[in-house]
C-alpha cells in the first residue's frame, strides 16, 4: 500500500524521519568531497576537528581513522543516534546541538559539510553561527565549508547541467540497495524559488513495500561575495576558494564555492 507522508509537514525529512535517516548513508555515501576533507586536513596538520552537522558521522568516523581528536555535533536525533551506534569510535564525541552549542574548545579545524551552511537560511542564525565557530577555534584556527555556485544556477532546468555533485536532475531516479529496506529510488522536484531561496521536494520510493516518502528541503544560496563578507565581518580571513573537489580555483562557473577560512 502506497503512503505519502503529508508535502506540508515534513521539512528536512531525511534528518529525523527514522525510516529515512536510516538509509541515509546508502543514499548519500562519501564521495568526492570525503577526500577532499581528509586532504585538507592533512594539509593544515590539524589534530582535533570539530565535525558541525555531522549527519550519521560518516565523515567523523573516517577522520577519527585518520588520528584525529574529532568532535561530531549534529542537531538531528535520528542521524546522532546512527552515528553513535555505528561510530563508537574513542576519538569522537558526539553532540546533539548546533553551532550555539559549541564551546572555546580550542580546535584547529571547523568543517561543515554536505552543503550545511545553505541549510543556515536566517542572517541573524547565519552569522550567529559563524561566531560562535570562530569562539571554537584556536588562534590560526580554520572553518572549511562549501556551497554551491548561484551563478551557475543549479535548479534551473534550462540550462547545462555543470559538473558537481548532481543536487538537481530532472527526471534523474537515483536507484540504490539498502541492505536493511532493500531497492529505493529517489528523486527532487523543485517546487519554489524566491530570491536565493530554492524550495525542493525529495521522494524516496521504498520499492519492496511500495511505501513513498518525501522530504521537503529549502536552501540559501549565497554569492562568494556574500559569503566572504560574513566571514570578514566575524573575524575570518579568507586564504582559499575552490572550485570543486580536485582543489581547483574557484571561477564564476564553478560548481561549488568551498571556503577554507582563518581566524
Known amino acids: 500500500m ?3 507522508i503529508n508535502k506540508n509537514t515534513i521539512q528536512n525529512a531525511e534528518f529525523n524521519d527514522p525510516s529515512l535517516a536510516a538509509i541515509y548513508n546508502t543514499v548519500c555515501p562519501l564521495d568526492g568531497y570525503g577526500e577532499f576533507y581528509l586532504t585538507l586536513a592533512k594539509q593544515l ?13 560518516l565523515l567523523t568516523s573516517e577522520l577519527a581513522k585518520q588520528g584525529y581528536t574529532m568532535i561530531g555535533v549534529e542537531p538531528a536525533r535520528e542521524m546522532l543516534a546512527i552515528a553513535r551506534t555505528t561510530h563508537p569510535e574513542d576519538a569522537i564525541t558526539w553532540i546533539e546541538g548546533d553551532a550555539l552549542s559549541l564551546k572555546e574548545y580550542n580546535a584547529d579545524l571547523v568543517i561543515m559539510t554536505a552543503h550545511v551552511a545553505q541549510f543556515l537560511i536566517k542572517e541573524d542564525y547565519w552569522r550567529q553561527s559563524l561566531r560562535a565557530i570562530y569562539k571554537a577555534l584556536r588562534p590560526g584556527g580554520y572553518l572549511a565549508f562549501e556551497s554551491r555556485n548561484p551563478a551557475v544556477q543549479p535548479w534551473n ?5 555543470q559538473k558537481g555533485d548532481g543536487w ?11 541492505p536493511v529496506a532493500g531497492e529505493i529510488e529517489a528523486w527532487s522536484e523543485i517546487t519554489k524559488i524566491d530570491g536565493n531561496r530554492v524550495t525542493s521536494d525529495i521522494h524516496y520510493l521504498f520499492k519492496r513495500t511500495g511505501e513513498e516518502l518525501l ?3 529549502e536552501l540559501i544560496f549565497r554569492t562568494r561575495e556574500e559569503i566572504t563578507q ?9 586564504e582559499h576558494v575552490y572550485g570543486d573537489w580536485d582543489f581547483t580555483t574557484a571561477t564564476e562557473e564553478s560548481p561549488e564555492y568551498i571556503f577554507v577560512a582563518k581566524k
Request: with cysteine; proline share 2%.
Open 45 to 57: 596538520d590539524a589534530q582535533m576537528i570539530i565535525d558541525l552537522g555531522c549527519g550519521t558521522g
Open 157 to 161: 532546468t534550462d540550462k547545462k547541467q
Open 2 to 4: 502506497k503512503k505519502t
Open 215 to 217: 522530504s521537503r528541503n
Open 230 to 238: 560574513a566571514l570578514e565581518e566575524v573575524g575570518f580571513s579568507v
Open 168 to 178: 538537481y536532475k530532472p527526471g534523474f531516479r537515483q536507484k540504490v540497495t539498502d
